[in-house]
């Protein structure tokens, strides 16, 4: 169920109303009992907890591994160039 806002058109009381979509709008001031319209908001971004969630989540892991595989591979070419310049 949305939270909805509303402004009195008398005394410029904003507020903020929870409602089912079905509900009828609010039409009088809780405060003076004058007309009410309803504010037309931006709505609140969507949220998700967790981890999975984040494209970071998955980028560090992915990173993390790739990076050791390629110093691992760096490590015993040099290794590797160092025992045969030695020879």
Known sequence: MPTYEYLCTSCHYEFE???AMSDEPLSTCPKCGARV??????????????????LTDYKNKSESSSKSDIKKSDTKKTTDSKTTTSE
């Open 17 to 19: 109303h929870f409602q």
């Open 37 to 54: 319209r309803r504010l037309i908001s931006g709505g609140s971004g969507l949220i998700f907890k967790g981890s999975g969630f984040y």
